[in-house]
């Protein structure tokens, strides 16, 4: 489930990598039509911001 999203998310991070998980988690809901629970969204972020690249 988590290779739906990994992408967004990655992109997001990359833009502005202190987002809050939670508005990450909204924006995948609101703009991409995502049905993930926040908790699922919350993990992959804290794992992926150490290896996200700002800016690139």
Known sequence: ???EF???VDSVL???IQMKAAVIH???VAEYGFTVV???VELY???ARPR???NS
Do not use: C, G, I
């Open 14 to 16: 990359r833009a502005e």
């Open 1 to 3: 489930m988590t290779d």
């Open 45 to 47: 972020v804290q794992e």
């Open 52 to 54: 996200v690249p700002e």
């Open 38 to 40: 926040f908790q699922r």
């Open 6 to 8: 990994a992408p967004s």
């Open 26 to 28: 909204e924006r995948l």
